[in-house]
């Protein structure tokens, strides 16, 4: 087992819903699990729910309090590390070096990335300058277009093995999981998908994920500790690809 066991994928936040780090610590400390990628709820980013939903200064205040949640927790016993939800103000401006990664989301039924904002390319262009992988959960086409116009230069992880995203089938005879540059988190991924992308692809670009609280770090840490995996690709999977990617020490 790694010494340091990262669940790369997990939400926290108290504004629009209680998920708060005091109830998630124990679960992870239950498991073993002493590091954490930690990203705000899509609740406190914006209306999920309105398909119409315009960014407003609340909600951009919102978003502020929620990263500002994120930055401020201190565990004596796990290592955080956030990462920085975008929205249509692409505020590259709270990009501080706190953060080690970037969080795009939305369903297809959900309010739309404004692909076309000049702001949208200078926010791309400040992760560019950064090095920073973006955690990218998108339509099956949005997720073509970001990684083929859009930023095909920069290292995209994609959520789920792309449950969300079109579906691992999907994405794969689309050639995205063959990509340099496209890595994979296995939070709520079926063993089928996992095994397929493992015997295929390896282990070097799949991270341990949990989706907390749409899943149990424990329960998601038995997938990857029941494939009976050479030891060196379980310390990748639940640790050592996540710290190489984002360039952690």
Known sequence: MPSLIIDCHL???????????????????????????????????????????????????????????????????????????????????????EYVAIKWHRHPDEPKYDYHSPRCREFLDKVRDRGLPILLEESLENTLFFL?????????????L??????????????????????????????PEIQDFLRRYGSE??????DYPFSRPDTELAKILGLGLPEAEVRAILGDNFRRLCRLE
């Open 11 to 97: 939400h926290s936040g108290i504004q629009k819903v209680s998920w708060r780090w005091e109830d998630i610590r124990p679960l992870l400390l239950a498991a073993g699990i002493t590091g954490a990628g930690a990203i705000p709820p899509v609740e406190d980013v914006y209306d999920r729910y309105d398909p119409t939903f315009t960014d407003t200064p609340a909600w951009q205040d919102c978003r502020r309090r929620a990263h500002r949640y994120l930055l401020d927790l201190n565990d004596p016993e796990i290592q955080i590390f956030p990462y920085f939800f975008v929205w249509n103000d692409f505020a590259w401006e709270d990009l501080g070096p």
């Open 148 to 160: 083929d116009k859009l930023a095909p230069d920069l290292p995209v992880i994609i959520p789920h």
């Open 162 to 191: 792309g449950a969300l995203s079109g579906g691992y089938r999907a994405l794969d005879a689309a050639g995205v999981w063959g990509r340099d540059l496209v890595w994979a988190d296995m939070a709520v991924a079926g063993l």
């Open 205 to 210: 670009r799949l991270m341990f994920g949990s």
